[in-house]
């Protein structure tokens, strides 16, 4: 049987870097059928998909970080944020090892470089509201939900300009010493052919419910400009938050019942998390892990009352009206304007 291992760089690295090119994202069993028809190839032999291993991969994706990496160019991997009540995003955990997912992703896309290859100016200014709506206005100390309704993210068409924070992508310079073009708003149609763009390039994932969320790739590809643009660390304003196991950005998942606390979890690394720890308690202040603070879209019940039977607006979603994690009384709505 012909070997899959792989040394070096060469025209099969280049080969499978193309592969990458042109797709958004790769899991690990397409990247065996790619690799096993580059090697196939190399080698004149007949290597099947199951000859390679995720050691072969390693090998690919390291040789290839090297010679990439003076590009600002990177191959990262992301674990999907898997949501326990969604069965679609929620495999059987004997196949979660499979679920890996891998990009090649710009490592210097601070204003959202990559997105300005395929959508104007007008569409950025868009997108970049539709993320401050995930990212500012749907996260605070009640609920971190970071993901917009289909209603909510066709709304914010209506708005013109940036919006409360500048991402260096909201004007066009017409000519040396003429004036930059404001961002104009966009149609209802408009918006929704970019948020279906969106999710067809890997860029936005879509719930069933109907809740938009950064994909991996998204999180993989703005890590450092979501960071950067949320987070206030000279002020104390960390929107942008961890998973306290695998340290990479958390968006689903679950938090600390401590609304000062930073510990949280992603719903895939609590299961072993809490088994090697040995204990349900959180990982930054030990306090007992209440497991009804969510983080996501579950962070908003649909329907749901408050105490005292008043269904309310929490201030969380404008659009959607409920209980925000079984908080919703009349400090928690106060601190509901609040943020972290």
Same mark, same amino acid.
């Given at each position: 049987?012909?070997?899959?291992?792989?040394?070096?760089?060469?025209?099969?690295?280049?080969?499978?870097?193309?592969?990458?090119?042109?797709?958004?994202?790769?899991? !690990?069993?397409?990247?065996?059928?790619?690799?096993?028809?580059? #090697?196939?190839?190399?080698?004149?032999?007949?290597?099947?998909?199951?000859?390679?291993?995720?050691?072969? &991969?390693?090998? !690919?994706?390291?040789?290839?970080?090297?010679?990439? $990496?003076?590009?600002?160019?990177?191959?990262?991997? @992301?674990?999907?944020?898997?949501? &326990?009540?969604?069965?679609? @995003?929620?495999?059987?955990?004997?196949?979660?090892?499979?679920?890996?997912?891998?990009?090649?992703?710009?490592?210097?896309?601070?204003?959202?470089?990559? #997105?300005?290859?395929? !959508?104007?100016?007008?569409?950025?200014?868009?997108?970049?509201?539709?993320?401050?709506?995930?990212?500012?206005?749907?996260?605070?100390?009640? +609920?971190?939900?970071?993901?917009?309704? $289909?209603?909510?993210?066709?709304?914010?068409?209506?708005?013109?300009?940036?919006?409360?924070?500048?991402?260096?992508?909201?004007?066009?310079?017409?000519?040396?010493?003429?004036?930059?073009?404001?961002?104009?708003?966009?149609?209802?149609?408009?918006?929704?052919? /970019?948020?279906?763009?969106?999710?067809?390039?890997?860029?936005?994932?879509? $719930?069933?419910?109907?809740?938009? $969320?950064?994909?991996?790739?998204? #999180?993989?590809? #703005?890590?450092?400009?979501?960071?950067?643009?949320?987070?206030?660390?000279?002020?104390?304003?960390?929107?942008?938050? !961890?998973?306290? +196991?695998?340290?990479?950005?958390?968006?689903?998942?679950?938090?600390?019942?401590?609304?000062?606390?930073?510990?949280?979890? @992603?719903? @895939?690394?609590?299961?072993?998390?809490?088994? /090697?720890?040995?204990?349900?308690?959180?990982?930054?202040?030990?306090?007992?892990?209440?497991?009804?603070?969510?983080?996501?879209?579950?962070?908003?019940?649909?329907?749901?009352?408050?105490?005292?039977?008043?269904?309310?607006?929490?201030?969380?979603?404008?659009?959607?009206?409920?209980?925000?994690?079984?908080?919703?009384?009349?400090?928690?709505?106060?601190?509901?304007?609040?943020?972290?």
């Amino acid at each position: 049987m012909a070997t899959a291992r792989q040394t070096g760089y060469d025209d099969a690295n280049r080969a499978f870097l193309q592969a990458f090119m042109a797709r958004s994202t790769l899991t !690990f069993e397409e990247a065996q059928e790619i690799l096993a028809a580059i #090697l196939s190839a190399k080698q004149n032999e007949t290597i099947s998909p199951e000859d390679i291993t995720r050691d072969d &991969l390693s090998n !690919f994706i390291n040789a290839t970080n090297s010679a990439i $990496s003076p590009f600002d160019l990177e191959i990262r991997s @992301h674990l999907p944020q898997l949501t &326990l009540d969604d069965p679609i @995003h929620n495999p059987p955990p004997d196949t979660q090892a499979q679920e890996r997912i891998w990009a090649l992703v710009n490592t210097t896309s601070d204003n959202l470089t990559q #997105l300005a290859t395929t !959508f104007t100016a007008d569409e950025i200014s868009f997108v970049k509201r539709v993320l401050d709506r995930m990212f500012d206005g749907n996260k605070n100390r009640i +609920a971190e939900v970071m993901a917009v309704s $289909s209603i909510e993210a066709v709304q914010q068409a209506k708005v013109s300009g940036e919006g409360r924070r500048e991402s260096g992508m909201g004007t066009q310079t017409q000519g040396q010493g003429q004036t930059q073009r404001t961002t104009q708003p966009l149609s209802m149609t408009q918006a929704e052919v /970019v948020l279906k763009q969106l999710v067809e390039d890997g860029w936005f994932e879509k $719930s069933r419910k109907g809740y938009y $969320s950064l994909s991996p790739r998204g #999180l993989m590809e #703005l890590r450092g400009w979501l960071v950067a643009t949320y987070n206030d660390e000279e002020g104390g304003v960390r929107k942008i938050k !961890f998973c306290a +196991a695998c340290r990479e950005l958390i968006t689903v998942g679950q938090r600390c019942g401590n609304r000062d606390c930073g510990g949280r979890l @992603h719903d @895939h690394c609590m299961r072993n998390f809490f088994r /090697v720890q040995k204990a349900e308690q959180c990982p930054v202040c030990k306090a007992p892990w209440p497991g009804d603070r969510f983080v996501g879209e579950r962070a908003v019940v649909q329907g749901g009352q408050r105490r005292g039977g008043n269904v309310r607006r929490s201030g969380v979603a404008p659009a959607t009206q409920g209980t925000v994690n079984g908080e919703e009384d009349g400090e928690d709505a106060e601190d509901a304007e609040d943020s972290d």
